[in-house]
Nanobody, 122 residues
Framework: QVQLVESGGGLVQAGGSLRLSCAASGRAFSSGAVGWFRQAPGKERDVIAAIRWSGSSTYYADSEKGRFTISRDNAKNTVYLQMNSLKPEYTAFYYC???????????????WGQGTQVTVSS
Protein backbone atom coordinates (compact mmCIF):
# COMPACT_ATOMS: atom_id res chain seq x y z
CA GLN A 1 0.00 0.00 0.00
CA VAL A 2 1.21 3.50 -0.88
CA GLN A 3 -0.09 6.72 0.61
CA LEU A 4 0.16 9.94 -1.35
CA VAL A 5 -0.46 13.34 0.20
CA GLU A 6 -0.63 16.44 -1.96
CA SER A 7 -0.01 19.98 -0.78
CA GLY A 8 0.64 23.40 -2.25
CA GLY A 9 -2.67 24.10 -3.91
CA GLY A 10 -4.58 27.32 -3.42
CA LEU A 11 -5.67 30.53 -5.07
CA VAL A 12 -3.36 32.31 -7.48
CA GLN A 13 -3.81 35.10 -9.98
CA ALA A 14 -3.50 34.48 -13.68
CA GLY A 15 0.15 34.56 -14.72
CA GLY A 16 1.28 33.44 -11.30
CA SER A 17 3.05 30.26 -10.19
CA LEU A 18 2.46 27.44 -7.74
CA ARG A 19 4.48 24.43 -6.70
CA LEU A 20 2.59 21.30 -5.74
CA SER A 21 4.17 18.63 -3.57
CA CYS A 22 3.31 14.95 -3.31
CA ALA A 23 4.72 13.09 -0.31
CA ALA A 24 4.75 9.32 -0.67
CA SER A 25 4.86 6.81 2.17
CA GLY A 26 4.31 3.12 2.67
CA ARG A 27 5.46 0.45 0.29
CA ALA A 28 7.83 2.08 -2.15
CA PHE A 29 7.97 1.37 -5.85
CA SER A 30 11.69 1.59 -6.27
CA SER A 31 11.30 1.04 -9.99
CA GLY A 32 7.93 2.75 -10.27
CA ALA A 33 6.75 6.21 -11.11
CA VAL A 34 4.67 9.12 -9.87
CA GLY A 35 2.62 11.51 -11.90
CA TRP A 36 0.30 14.49 -11.69
CA PHE A 37 -3.21 14.60 -13.09
CA ARG A 38 -5.76 17.37 -13.40
CA GLN A 39 -9.53 17.17 -13.31
CA ALA A 40 -11.81 20.13 -13.87
CA PRO A 41 -15.53 19.96 -12.99
CA GLY A 42 -17.41 17.84 -15.50
CA LYS A 43 -14.24 16.80 -17.31
CA GLU A 44 -12.05 13.73 -17.42
CA ARG A 45 -8.95 13.30 -15.33
CA ASP A 46 -5.98 14.01 -17.60
CA VAL A 47 -2.28 13.45 -17.10
CA ILE A 48 -0.01 16.47 -16.83
CA ALA A 49 3.38 14.88 -16.25
CA ALA A 50 5.04 11.79 -14.82
CA ILE A 51 8.48 10.80 -13.62
CA ARG A 52 10.22 7.61 -12.58
CA TRP A 53 11.60 7.52 -9.05
CA SER A 54 14.93 6.69 -10.63
CA GLY A 55 14.70 9.88 -12.67
CA SER A 56 15.56 7.91 -15.78
CA SER A 57 12.56 9.17 -17.70
CA THR A 58 9.89 11.82 -17.60
CA TYR A 59 6.71 12.40 -19.56
CA TYR A 60 4.75 15.57 -20.28
CA ALA A 61 1.42 15.93 -21.98
CA ASP A 62 1.93 17.92 -25.16
CA SER A 63 -0.25 20.76 -23.90
CA GLU A 64 1.87 21.19 -20.75
CA LYS A 65 5.37 21.16 -22.17
CA GLY A 66 7.26 24.30 -21.30
CA ARG A 67 4.77 25.46 -18.70
CA PHE A 68 4.96 22.74 -16.03
CA THR A 69 8.01 20.95 -14.61
CA ILE A 70 7.98 17.70 -12.67
CA SER A 71 10.82 16.75 -10.36
CA ARG A 72 11.50 14.41 -7.44
CA ASP A 73 13.50 14.30 -4.24
CA ASN A 74 14.13 10.64 -3.46
CA ALA A 75 15.55 11.41 -0.02
CA LYS A 76 12.19 12.97 0.92
CA ASN A 77 10.04 10.57 -1.12
CA THR A 78 8.46 13.67 -2.62
CA VAL A 79 7.52 14.63 -6.15
CA TYR A 80 6.93 18.24 -7.17
CA LEU A 81 5.03 19.97 -9.92
CA GLN A 82 6.16 23.50 -10.68
CA MET A 83 3.42 25.38 -12.51
CA ASN A 84 4.16 28.70 -14.18
CA SER A 85 2.18 31.24 -16.18
CA LEU A 86 -1.07 29.86 -14.88
CA LYS A 87 -4.34 30.56 -16.67
CA PRO A 88 -7.92 30.51 -15.31
CA GLU A 89 -8.61 27.38 -17.38
CA TYR A 90 -6.14 25.51 -15.19
CA THR A 91 -8.54 25.77 -12.28
CA ALA A 92 -9.12 22.17 -11.21
CA PHE A 93 -8.34 19.47 -8.69
CA TYR A 94 -4.78 18.23 -9.04
CA TYR A 95 -4.04 14.63 -8.12
CA CYS A 96 -0.83 12.81 -7.43
CA UNK A 97 -0.72 9.21 -8.62
CA UNK A 98 1.69 6.29 -8.35
CA UNK A 99 2.17 3.19 -10.41
CA UNK A 100 4.59 0.46 -11.39
CA UNK A 101 5.16 2.03 -14.80
CA UNK A 102 5.31 5.60 -16.05
CA UNK A 103 1.78 6.78 -15.28
CA UNK A 104 0.87 8.44 -18.53
CA UNK A 105 -2.79 7.46 -18.23
CA UNK A 106 -5.29 6.96 -15.39
CA UNK A 107 -5.43 3.30 -16.45
CA UNK A 108 -1.81 2.86 -15.38
CA UNK A 109 -2.33 4.24 -11.87
CA UNK A 110 -2.28 1.94 -8.85
CA UNK A 111 -2.67 4.61 -6.15
CA TRP A 112 -4.23 8.07 -6.03
CA GLY A 113 -3.81 10.92 -3.61
CA GLN A 114 -6.78 12.87 -2.27
CA GLY A 115 -6.12 15.82 -4.53
CA THR A 116 -5.54 19.50 -3.98
CA GLN A 117 -7.57 22.37 -5.37
CA VAL A 118 -5.92 24.96 -7.58
CA THR A 119 -7.90 28.07 -8.44
CA VAL A 120 -6.56 30.60 -10.92
CA SER A 121 -8.34 33.93 -10.86
CA SER A 122 -8.52 36.23 -13.86
Amino acid sequence: QVQLVESGGGLVQAGGSLRLSCAASGRAFSSGAVGWFRQAPGKERDVIAAIRWSGSSTYYADSEKGRFTISRDNAKNTVYLQMNSLKPEYTAFYYCAAGRVLVTSPMLVDYWGQGTQVTVSS
